[in-house]
């Protein structure tokens, strides 16, 4: 079940549901559709089935009650565990519409305890779920936590025992989780999200970076020895040469991280330049001094040009930003252009 809340993390969310063979309206037969898709909001949802998705769509963020009626109209399967929720849920779906438990394991955001879950057995019984699930807390960190929330997991589903029906759907393992797993997920599905549009764990899983930001260069100058560039005259110019800094159309508006400020890279004609000062809000300026570079050129800030690489996942390690943060970013100002990027066997 990719997640692919937050406009696809920034991506576009209708174009990462249809490459990922989640089926709309348009006649098209996936032959290998995922389960179905995670949001977080009924908006998001809505604009998936304004575009005609037709496939299923799990609200992953709690809903208040004044919503469910909304995301019944929508055909969104809501993470319930309140008492109440559940019972209205049934009422207003005449038992038909499916949801899932929410059990948190320990991440303290939503759901009910995993200790205290007994407690739903009757109404669960009356309304059973589609699926059950949990959300770890720190699984790209320790092992040791995951294992804990898997069995405080099993812990749950023990404790409701012959209230869940046995084609229940379970399901745990974000990206971190999956990356982390030596024999595959637990459960039946699993909620991928960073990793689909490799943010983080590419090389653990095999995936390759299929985004690439591009900006073009707008000016090219001379800066002259213990000259300074931009914003606070954070980069000084090198005493004994002449500097050239060439300015790229792209900054901070468009998604692309202040912290960049002195510490990014950006490919052009087939070179890793530094950038130097700040990032400002639309522009953002880079050392040219060692190549050929001209008003126009190309400059690609992450992905590959001229076989060379700048990853997400590298680059946001190496300034100290959060990819999470990037690539939602991403989606603020920049036009986005879609290429078909899967073998057609898939
Ligand atoms: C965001 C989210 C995911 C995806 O997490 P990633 O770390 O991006 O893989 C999975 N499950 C839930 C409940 C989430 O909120």
Known sequence: ????????????????????????????????????????????????????????IFCATPLLPLELPRALALKVRPALHRMEDITYWWRLSKGRAPYHLSIDTGMSRAGERWDEVSALRSVLEKAPPEGVFTHFHSVDESIVSRNEQDSRFREALAALAGVLPATVLLHSD?????????????????RPGIALYAGL????????????????????????PYESVSYGATWIAAPGKVS??????????????????????????????????????????????????????????????????????????RSRTFPYELLVGLGLRIPVFYHDVLPSSI
């Open 1 to 56: 079940m990719p997640i692919i809340k937050a406009n696809g993390y920034g991506i576009g969310a209708v174009e990462v549901a249809r490459t990922l063979g989640i089926p709309f309206d348009d006649g098209v037969e996936p032959s290998q559709a995922p389960w179905g898709v995670g949001i977080s909001s009924l908006d998001e949802a809505q604009k998936l089935r304004d575009a005609g998705c037709t496939g299923r």
């Open 174 to 190: 974000n990206s971190g989780a999956i990356a982390s797993r030596q024999n595959g997920s637990p459960g039946h599905l699993a």
């Open 201 to 224: 764990y590419a090389s653990e899983l095999g995936l390759r970076q299929v985004i690439h930001l591009r900006a073009r260069v707008v000016d090219v100058r001379d800066v002259l």
């Open 244 to 317: 050239r800094v060439a300015t790229l159309a792209v900054g901070y508006a468009d998604g692309y991280p202040w912290h960049f400020s002195n510490s990014g890279r950006v490919i052009i004609d087939g070179t890793i330049c530094p950038i130097v000062g700040r990032v400002t809000m639309d522009m953002t300026m880079v050392d040219v001094t060692e190549i050929p570079c001209a008003v126009g050129d190309v400059a690609t800030l992450l992905g590959s040009d001229s076989g060379l690489t700048l990853s997400i996942e590298e680059e946001t390690r």
